[in-house]
């Protein structure tokens, strides 16, 4: 899961019109802790992880690979 969610993380940041930077800003982390999770070396908490999905607008469930469904 924790593969498929470094995948799925970049994938829908990447699509997004948001930088790492306005990312980091909008979810109260440092831009490090979005690049830690770009590259798998960390994962979200579940606060973070909720806006996250918020600010991405995708749901935590395909972020986590519970479903294949974006939203």
Excluded: H, W
């Excluded at 790492?20 to 770009?38: F, G, H, P």
């Amino acid at each position: 899961m924790n593969i498929l969610f470094t995948k799925r993380f970049n994938e829908v940041l990447s699509y997004s019109k948001i930088s790492q930077t306005e990312l980091a800003a909008r979810v109260n982390v440092s831009k490090q802790c979005i690049s830690d999770y770009k590259s798998g070396k960390s994962f979200p908490s579940i606060q973070t992880l909720f806006l996250i999905c918020k600010v991405l607008e995708v749901s935590a469930d395909y972020l986590l690979g519970l479903t294949d469904e974006y939203k």
